[in-house]
């Protein structure tokens, strides 16, 4: 299976998760009304499911740092929200070239959510990418 097609996998299980919020039993309900049987695409959920998991609280500071005044989690989209949580995860924590991470999610938010949504990711994830020095730049702040 080709890595765009596992992330569009992870993302949906974000997305189902920030739904339902029944993390434990999600997973193995999603591997199986998905068919999944790649073990290295279960092994890619399982590692997508933690990492969001267990950092969450940083994930979510870093979205609300990089909101426009005015703006909360609440507001955004759970939609939005997965994307940029799956982001967020695959670039802080497992040092994915952000231009891949972002581009990535911008191409899923063109297939599943509004048409401002891929402008509102890129524009958090670009600001996420200075605030965690993540492009490689000298940062001043």
Known sequence: MQRSAMRELAFKLVYEIEIQKDEDEQL?????????TDEKVVEYLKDIKKGIRENSEEINKLIENNLKENWSLK???????????????????????????????????????????????????????????????????
């Open 75 to 141: 507001r955004i989209s759970k939609i939005n929200l997965s994307l940029i949580k799956l982001a967020i995860y695959e670039m802080v924590y497992k040092n994915l070239p952000y231009k891949i991470a972002i581009n990535e999610v911008v191409e899923l938010a063109k297939k599943y959510a509004d048409e401002s949504a891929p402008i509102f990711i890129n524009g958090i994830l670009a600001s996420v990418v200075k605030e965690k020095n993540l492009d490689g730049e000298i940062n001043e702040n």
């Open 28 to 36: 193995e309900i999603f591997i199986e009304n998905n068919d999944i």
